[in-house]
T-cell receptor, first 115, second 114 residues
Framework: AQKITQTQPGMFVQEKEAVTLDCTYDTSDPSYGLFWYKQPSSGEMIFLIYQGSYDQQNATEGRYSLNFQKARKSANLVISASQLGDSAMYFCAMISTGTASKLTFGTGTRLQVTL | EPEVTQTPSHQVTQMGQEVILRCVPISNHLYFYWYRQILGQKVEFLVSFYNNEISEKSEIFDDQFSVERPDGSNFTLKIRSTKLEDSAMYFC????????????FGPGTRLTVL
């Protein structure tokens, strides 16, 4: 069984600062993928970034980067130069290649960007 | 950029009524999913669908739920007899091919059961 743990229910960050949202995972599958999704107050789920378990380099997408530490089973999201529009819920999710590729989600972190 | 669409955006129904939530996945995607999110809680997997059949379902997806791909574009979730605890946001998602390919989510349907 897979499990995603997000231990920060809420985070505050000042505009233009960087912030790290924590995510740890547990799986016995040798091959898996990790995702981050953003959910603004309007409710939709927006894909941000993906990291495969065999990827040699940490994933980056614009201001988003994923700090992947396989031995520690962590996949933290780093948002650089925070903007007011980054205020939202952020969900970490995992997919395993041995399944029908359903996503298992964490409980989320609510990020609030302040002036 | 192609996107997953869902209708309606909000559905209010009486307990015991049937509802059908509709989704149009991205056109070249082959795998389709339904997830739900009870207010304030995490997103939970309901069912996955591939090659016109269910490939996996969760324990939440009991006999009152069914999915269908009635034509080449739509993907529907039917709840036969709604209960109060079915009130949630329901997300449809689709992905192309390959396990690592990203699942793209629709905007969701908020279901309220009274």
């Amino acid at each position: 069984a897979q499990k995603i743990t997000q231990t920060q229910p809420g985070m505050f960050v000042q505009e233009k600062e960087a912030v790290t949202l924590d995510c740890t995972y547990d799986t016995s599958d040798p091959s898996y993928g990790l995702f981050w999704y953003k959910q603004p107050s309007s409710g939709e789920m927006i894909f941000l970034i993906y990291q495969g378990s065999y990827d040699q380099q940490n994933a980056t997408e614009g201001r988003y980067s994923l700090n992947f530490q396989k031995a520690r089973k962590s996949a933290n999201l780093v948002i650089s130069a925070s903007q007011l529009g980054d205020s939202a819920m952020y969900f970490c999710a995992m997919i395993s290649t041995g399944t029908a590729s359903k996503l298992t989600f964490g409980t989320g972190t609510r990020l609030q960007v302040t002036l | 950029e192609p996107e997953v669409t869902q209708t309606p955006s909000h559905q209010v129904t009486q307990m015991g009524q049937e509802v059908i939530l509709r989704c149009v996945p991205i056109s070249n995607h082959l795998y389709f999913y339904w997830y739900r999110q009870i207010l304030g809680q995490k997103v939970e997997f309901l069912v996955s669908f591939y090659n016109n059949e269910i490939s996996e379902k969760s324990e939440i997806f009991d006999d009152q739920f069914s999915v269908e791909r009635p034509d080449g574009s739509n993907f529907t979730l039917k709840i036969r007899s709604t209960k109060l605890e079915d009130s949630a946001m329901y997300f449809c998602a689709s992905r192309k091919e390959g396990t690592g390919d990203t699942q793209y989510f629709g905007p969701g349907t908020r279901l309220t059961v009274l």
